[in-house]
């Protein structure tokens, strides 16, 4: 497990080291905020999946907001 750990740390640090240079060379501060913002989301949830802890499911999250709109078009 901790090599699992340590390859996503890898891997997300390697993209990091990749992309900002450039990003930062360009002056797209917007962009690497979105990009660094992107890439933490990920890192983390990589690795919340490599340690097994339970992730949230994104289709109730879209059912939860969607159900009212549907209860409004197609009243039963």
Request: proline share 8%.
């Amino acid at each position: 497990m901790f090599i699992r750990v340590l390859l996503v740390l890898l891997l997300g640090i390697g993209v990091a080291v990749y992309e900002v240079p450039r990003l930062m060379e360009e002056q797209m501060k917007r962009e690497l905020i979105a990009f660094g913002g992107f890439l933490l989301i990920g890192v983390v949830l990589a690795l919340a999946l490599v340690l097994g802890l339970p992730l949230p499911n994104p289709t109730r999250a879209i059912e939860f907001i969607f159900a009212p709109l549907e209860r409004l078009l197609h009243p039963r």
